[in-house]
T-cell receptor, first 112, second 118 residues
Framework: GQSLEQPSEVTAVEGAIVQINCTYQTSGFYGLSWYQQHDGGAPTFLSYNALDGLEETGRFSSFLSRSDSYGYLLLQELQMKDSASYFCAVRDEENRDDKIIFGKGTRLHILP | ETGVTQSPTHLIKTRGQQVTLRCSSQSGHNTVSWYQQALGQGPQFIFQYYREEENGRGNFPPRFSGLQFPNYSSELNVNALELDDSALYLC?????????????????FGPGTRLLVL
């Protein structure tokens, strides 16, 4: 079966750095994506890792270790607008049927 | 904001009824995926359409069905509504190029349709 595990909530202070972890279990593996979703809004794509290592996009970075079935999203110089839910997602293939699996999400609270 | 639109924004139905939700994909995109998102949960993949055919399906019963039209817009139909079908329904468009992987990497989500089943 497929599953993704991520913490349900994380709290950090404005200006600080926070890391949101994601572990996955899939039949196949085609990379790990991260999405951000503000309350009442739609998910927006943040990053994608297909190979091991760190991908950096501005204040956001994403890391993948395929041998550990683990990835994380790193947010630097936190701003109040970063308060949102963050989802990791994988593409899996079961019985030749493509599926896109999202984690349950990590709610990030930022304190002033 | 993305160029993906959904209608209606909100809908109230009663148990046993049928509902049709609509999605217009972003210009240049040829693939549409539908998701169900319950409050406080991650999006659950319902199915994906590419070139008017279903191209992948999640663990949803057959009463969840869909269509994709030549202009790449799409419909989600749900028959025999149940109380547990109450959720936010999201569609996401993307472009499938050389490999289907591209549809997963960068999906553009619409604002969603919030369905309440009484």
């Amino acid at each position: 079966g497929q599953s993704l595990e991520q913490p349900s909530e994380v709290t950090a202070v404005e200006g600080a750095i926070v890391q949101i972890n994601c572990t996955y279990q899939t039949s196949g593996f085609y990379g790990l994506s991260w999405y951000q979703q503000h309350d009442g809004g739609a998910p927006t794509f943040l990053s994608y890792n297909a190979l091991d290592g760190l991908e950096e996009t501005g204040r956001f970075s994403s890391f993948l270790s395929r041998s550990d079935s683990y990835g994380y999203l790193l947010l630097q110089e936190l701003q109040m607008k970063d308060s949102a839910s963050y989802f990791c997602a994988v593409r899996d293939e079961e019985n030749r049927d493509d599926k896109i699996i999202f984690g349950k999400g990590t709610r990030l609270h930022i304190l002033p | 904001e993305t160029g993906v639109t959904q209608s209606p924004t909100h809908l109230i139905k009663t148990r046993g009824q049928q509902v049709t939700l609509r999605c217009s994909s972003q210009s240049g995109h040829n693939t549409v995926s539908w998701y169900q998102q319950a409050l406080g949960q991650g999006p659950q993949f319902i199915f994906q359409y590419y070139r008017e055919e279903e191209n992948g399906r999640g663990n949803f019963p057959p009463r969840f069905s869909g269509l994709q039209f030549p202009n790449y817009s799409s419909e989600l139909n749900v028959n025999a509504l149940e109380l547990d079908d109450s959720a936010l329904y999201l569609c996401a468009s993307s472009h499938m190029g050389q490999g289907s992987l591209s549809t997963f990497i960068n999906q553009y989500f619409g604002p969603g349709t919030r369905l309440l089943v009484l």
